[in-house]
């Protein structure tokens, strides 16, 4: 099973992130994992986030709450 970020990015580069509003998957709901790492992230900035995130939106907001708590780097 592929996943979307390891996909084809920018100029061909297999290295490079997809955008995640490019993803053929991105509308479809968050995994489970997702979903998971996602709640804790949360839990550690003291945000909330809803459960019914798509797959790409989840991404993004893994992303930001990464660069706020630190992690991920």
């Known amino acids: 099973?592929?996943?979307?970020?390891?996909?084809?990015g920018a100029a061909g580069d297999p290295t490079?992130?997809?955008d995640p509003s490019d993803?053929?998957?991105?509308?479809?709901?968050?995994?489970g994992a997702q979903q998971s790492y996602l709640h804790t992230l949360a839990r550690q900035?003291?945000?909330?986030?809803?459960?019914?995130?798509?797959?790409?939106?989840?991404?993004?907001?893994i992303d930001a709450l990464q660069d706020e708590t630190g992690?991920?780097?």
């Open 16 to 18: 490079a992130e997809k």
């Open 45 to 61: 900035a003291g945000e909330e986030v809803p459960d019914d995130l798509t797959k790409a939106e989840a991404s993004q907001r």
């Open 23 to 31: 993803w053929v998957t991105g509308d479809e709901p968050a995994t």
């Open 71 to 73: 992690r991920g780097q």
């Open 1 to 8: 099973m592929s996943d979307d970020r390891t996909n084809t």
